[in-house]
Structures are given as structure tokens and as C-alpha cells.
């Protein structure tokens, strides 16, 4: 299973960016789809999840309102658009997907069995 994120880039403080994740798999429309980043040095957190229709997100604290995540099944792509980007928004981000299981806010990585190799968004300051 291959998922592509697209849309890295450097973009000065309080911009905005907005990423992709595609598939080429039938089944997209039955994953929970997630998004997490990476910073230098950090460990991997969670960012936001989706539920498999949409009609359910999820969003770590620190987020806040700063982040929408959606999906469009039709065209097998899940999107999260950044706004109010800062320094410290400086990661890789990569896309996830669970095949199996609903979202388990509990534990974000649960089920998150497929990975995009990553996309470096860069916030200058």
C-alpha cells in the first residue's frame, strides 16, 4: 500500500500550506486517515485524524484552530490545511492510515498500519 504526501514547502510566519495525501487503493474510502509530524529531534506526534466518511475529526491540543483536516473519498485524497504556521510547526509530516479500526484518540498510533514517507513543511521566521 503506497500513500504520497504532497505539498512540502517553506513558508514565512503566520502563513499558510495545505497538504495532501493520496492513494491509489480501492479501498481508501474504508480507512481512518491521520496526519503527524516529526520535528528535529522529537519524537513523532499525532496532528489530526478523520473518520472514514468525514463526518469525524480529531485534533491534538496543541493544533488548537490552527489546522483543518478533510477528505475526498471520490478522488481518494486527504488534505490538511495549515493556517497561522509558526516556527515551531517546523516537521516532517507524514500521512497514515488504519485499514481496520475507527480512530482511537487514546492512542493515535493504534491501527495506523500504512505510512507516507513523509513531507517537510518549514516555517521561517
Known amino acids: 500500500v503506497q500513500l504520497q504526501a504532497s505539498g512540502a514547502g517553506v513558508v514565512q510566519s503566520g502563513g499558510s500550506l495545505t497538504l495532501s495525501c493520496t492513494s491509489s487503493?480501492?479501498?481508501?474510502?474504508?480507512?481512518?486517515m491521520s496526519w503527524f509530524h516529526q520535528a528535529p529531534g522529537e519524537e513523532r506526534k499525532f496532528v489530526a485524524a478523520?473518520?472514514?466518511?468525514?463526518?469525524?475529526?480529531y485534533y491534538s491540543d496543541f493544533v488548537k484552530s490552527q489546522f483543518t483536516i478533510s477528505r475526498d473519498n471520490g478522488k481518494n485524497t486527504m488534505s490538511l490545511k495549515m493556517n497561522t504556521l509558526e516556527p515551531e510547526d517546523t516537521a516532517v509530516y507524514y500521512c497514515a492510515a488504519n485499514p481496520v479500526t475507527s480512530f482511537s484518540p487514546l492512542n493515535p498510533l493504534y491501527g495506523m498500519d500504512f505510512w507516507g514517507k513523509g513531507t517537510l513543511v518549514t516555517v521561517s521566521s
Open positions: 487503493e480501492q479501498s481508501f474510502y474504508t480507512w481512518t
Open positions: 478523520i473518520s472514514v466518511s468525514g463526518g469525524s475529526t
